[in-house]
């Protein structure tokens, strides 16, 4: 088993960054994805990022694309989501995913094994 534990979030006004931290424990986690998703009450979880655990290489969505990074340390323990130039629109709960085998650039839920708690990310206008 895989525990994911997100920090990070906050509140933060319109043009401001915020960096999410995901610390994984448990069994060490070899599967082919992290990633970040997103949610807002009423809506259904969205993907937002994500990298191939082994190479490095990373994914976006179009509405985070250019603004948002995510990257991991180099002992594969911990994932990052550096949020900048942050709008209203991306208000929301932020969730760590982590895949055994789904394709990092078209992850959905199902393909998620294990998820974190989420931290709220809150934007300001």
């Known amino acids: 088993q895989v525990q994911l534990v997100e920090s990070g979030g906050g509140l933060v006004q319109t043009g401001g960054s915020l960096r999410l931290s995901c610390s994984t424990s448990?069994?060490?986690?070899?599967?082919?994805?992290m990633a970040w998703f997103r949610q807002v009450p009423g809506k259904e979880r969205e993907y937002v990022a994500a990298?191939?655990?082994?190479?490095?290489?990373?994914y976006y969505s179009h509405p985070v694309r250019g603004r948002f990074t995510i990257s991991r340390d180099n002992g594969k323990t911990t994932l990052y989501l550096q949020m900048n130039r942050l709008t209203p629109a991306d208000t929301a709960v932020y969730y760590c995913?982590?895949?055994?085998?789904?394709?990092?650039?078209?992850?959905?839920?199902?393909?998620?094994?294990?998820w974190g708690q989420g931290t709220q990310v809150t934007v300001s206008s």
């Open positions: 448990g069994r060490t986690f070899s599967g082919t994805a």
């Open positions: 995913a982590a895949s055994s085998d789904g394709a990092p650039a078209f992850l959905m839920p199902p393909d998620i094994d294990y």
């Open positions: 990298i191939n655990w082994s190479s490095g290489n990373a």
